[in-house]
């Protein structure tokens, strides 16, 4: 439940979810769907008025600083204060914990010496981001909770963060984050929640979720072929019947569907008699984003 002009609202019911140290657990939902509540009450940063949750063996709500101090959190909104400057902000972290972890290594792993004399409401998103995850992990936490933590990351500051997220599970450490990014979930996640409307319609491993069958008579066919060739080509003659054929910009195709074997040879056959040689092709099997819009919608909340 949340307060809404004076109003109690339901936001998270019916949901269930557990995550395991060593493992990074995700939580994907729209919009409104219920993951940062989900995530605040877990930390005990917002009072549930019902239901249980167990953290690191302790409800959140009632837990002392001992709790605290195993737990690692980055925010949505960074929740950083903005005249601070980054080195000084993480000495001060790090001095409120008996074992912080070395704050050199982590300044050095996430680049934060190169911003460091720019105070937080001067530094760009994606710098914002590094100083939040440098402040959640400078206690040397148990569990992590990192709320949409490649928001605003160049590609080379966002390969920084998932290697350092993928070293922290094997060395452990309980994740769980939420996203927007699909690709992000499918690439760091072991354990996957589709949470709508407050409450979780989905679960399974990445590979679990990619097996879902969305419509009777579906399978773990289906793929989608992506080819860039000369424009306007005919290929209904081509391929089996029932596979869709478009031309999204001209000479750049997507075959989709239960595309086979023969689908294939029946297509690079052509293309042979033709004197086709496409400049780029590639076969993707179904995306965890294919699934997450099949199972929550494809409509905008």
Request: net charge negative; proline share 5%; with cysteine.
């Amino acid at each position: 439940m949340a307060r809404l002009d004076g109003k109690m609202l339901r936001v998270v019911s019916d949901l269930s979810l557990v995550a395991e140290q060593g493992q990074i657990t995700a939580l994907l939902g729209a919009n409104g769907a219920g993951k940062t509540t989900t995530l605040e009450c877990a930390q005990g940063l917002q009072k549930r008025t019902d239901g249980t949750i167990s953290l690191l063996g302790e409800d959140p709500d009632t837990a002392d600083a001992g709790l605290r101090a195993r737990v690692g959190v980055m925010l949505q909104d960074g929740g950083l204060p903005p005249s601070a400057r980054p080195l000084p902000l993480l000495r001060h972290i790090a001095g409120m914990y008996r074992n912080p972890a070395p704050l050199d290594a982590l300044v050095d792993r996430l680049g934060i010496a190169s911003f460091s004399r720019t105070t937080v409401r001067r530094l760009s998103g994606g710098q914002k981001q590094r100083l939040a995850l440098a402040a959640a992990l400078v206690g040397n936490p148990e569990v992590l909770f990192l709320d949409e933590p490649s928001a605003g990351l160049d590609p080379q500051s966002r390969q920084i963060v998932f290697d350092l997220i993928a070293e922290l599970r094997t060395s452990g450490m309980g994740i769980i984050l939420t996203t927007h990014l699909m690709d992000d979930a499918q690439r760091l996640a072991d354990y996957v929640y589709i949470i709508d409307a407050g409450r979780n319609v989905a679960e399974g491993t990445v590979a679990d979720l990619l097996r879902h069958e969305p419509h009777a008579g579906d399978d773990t066919r289906q793929r989608t072929l992506h080819f860039d060739g000369p424009p306007g080509l005919n290929l209904a003659s081509v391929l089996s019947p029932g596979l869709t054929v478009t031309e999204a910009r001209a000479g750049s195709y997507e075959i989709t569907g239960l595309l086979t074997a023969h689908d294939l040879a029946s297509l690079t056959s052509w293309w042979a008699a033709q004197g086709i040689m496409p400049a780029s092709m590639r076969l993707e099997a179904r995306s965890l984003e294919d699934v997450f819009l099949d199972i929550s919608g494809r409509n905008l909340r």
